[in-house]
């Protein structure tokens, strides 16, 4: 039996990610394992998950994922590349993955591989060079590099987000991994519901506006709880932001260029987030890395905080199947690893390095400043007192739901 890995985040699991694994399993067996690696408190477009990670966490185990992995902050809150690389280290160093299954717009490997190698290569990096200009964005330069080696057929697969981020992982898949894509349907990415799926983003709408019903159509697990928002935290980020130096501002990852110097003046412009991000974009700064940015300055994350690779795993949740992927991981796994907090400070359970502490310490410290953007802030300490996610349930139970019945 193969077991299957799934980088996602989960913000939150609706019926796409449902189909997702569905189809993946239709590729093997029902009896796939399925091991997600799943971005923790914030995510990847600059901002707070729309609930904490045990919440999403269950209901990516009712949604058919039997392990589920925590991908840190410094990883899951950066660029593209960056997140590829955190995520595939932890699928790596799990040592029980078999193969890469994710989504994308072209429903093919190959062409995606193919992206991946000659971005990998010492060609695209002269390419790149070549390609440096004014008012012009990495992701720009990027693809115009691409074009001139692959042609602008192939280069044009770089414009589709989901295609893109199978281009990071398949950069960074280790060797003797396989991967698989599977066609994204229905929805577009930030887009309205169509064919009886809906997007991440529209359901976040929904759910932040308090429209459960229209959301629970589309959710493996009833929607209980507040929802979170960055907006509860809009004027404590504002204020990081007009009491930083610049030299602190140029600390944080992915400065630079002069970024952290326009982000700072628009922060003494406006208090509101959607203002600051739209002074401080420009052609060459993308939204998303002005986002990602300023939640850089939020946190306190600087670029000495992120080490080169992961120095643990942690588990946030698993079900019988992946209870035996646990035992497996016990005398296969190249990182140690931890179910509950207590265990990474615990010498008589597994050694963990200093790395390894230091950068769980930071996690702390990320989920108590997360769980401010609550309309009804949360205590500290969450990281100790949340215990992992345990079911007995070992198939997916959130199924596409069909048309007639939306």
């Known amino acids: 039996m193969k077991t299957i890995g799934i980088v996602a985040e989960y913000n939150p699991f609706h019926t796409g990610h449902a189909w997702h694994i569905a189809e993946t399993r239709r590729l093997f067996s029902e009896e796939t394992a399925i091991v997600s690696v799943m971005s923790g408190n914030w995510v990847q477009r600059g901002e707070c998950a729309i609930t904490d990670k045990w919440t999403r966490t269950g209901m990516a185990l009712a949604g058919g994922v039997d392990l589920v992995l925590e991908l840190p902050t410094v990883w899951a809150a950066a660029s593209a590349e960056g997140f590829a690389r955190g995520a595939m280290a932890i699928l790596e160093a799990a040592g029980v993955v078999d193969i890469l299954s994710f989504g994308s717009e072209c429903g093919e490997v190959q062409p995606l591989k193919a992206l991946a190698q000659c971005l990998n290569s010492p060609e695209f990096s002269q390419a790149l060079r070549q390609e440096l200009g004014p008012k012009q964005s990495f992701a720009q330069r990027r693809r115009a590099a691409a074009e001139r080696l692959l042609g602008p057929e192939q280069a044009a697969l770089l414009d589709t987000p989901n295609n893109n981020l199978g281009v990071e992982y398949l950069r960074f898949l280790p060797a003797g991994m396989d991967a698989v894509t599977i066609p994204r349907r229905g929805a577009a990415h930030d887009g309205d519901a169509a064919d009886g799926f809906v997007s991440a983003s529209l359901l976040r709408r929904w759910l932040r ?66 203002t600051l991000y739209a002074l401080a974009k420009t052609r060459t700064y993308a939204h998303a890395r002005v986002r990602r940015l300023a939640l ?53 359970f597994r050694r963990f390095s200093q790395d390894a502490q230091t950068l769980f310490a930071l996690e702390e410290r990320f989920t108590d400043l997360f769980t401010l953007c609550f309309p009804t802030p949360q205590p500290c300490g969450l990281e100790w007192t949340a215990g992992p996610v345990m079911t007995q349930q070992e198939t997916a139970l959130c199924r596409p739901p069909r048309k007639e019945n939306l």
């Open 209 to 274: 506006a308090g429209e459960t019903d229209q959301a629970a159509p589309f959710l493996s697990l009833p929607w209980t709880g507040e929802s979170t928002d960055l907006r509860w935290c809009e004027r404590a980020l504002i204020a990081r932001l007009r009491s930083m130096t610049l030299e602190e501002a140029e600390s944080l990852p992915d400065s630079g260029d002069g970024l952290a110097a326009r982000l700072l003046y628009a922060a003494r412009q406006t208090a509101g987030l959607d």
């Open 296 to 348: 850089y300055a939020l946190l306190g994350l600087r670029n000495q905080d992120i080490p080169a690779a992961p120095p643990y795993i942690r588990v946030l949740g698993f079900n019988r199947r992946g209870q035996a992927l646990l035992r497996e991981m016990n005398r296969r796994a190249a990182l140690p690893f931890f179910v509950k907090a207590a265990h990474i400070h615990d010498r008589t």
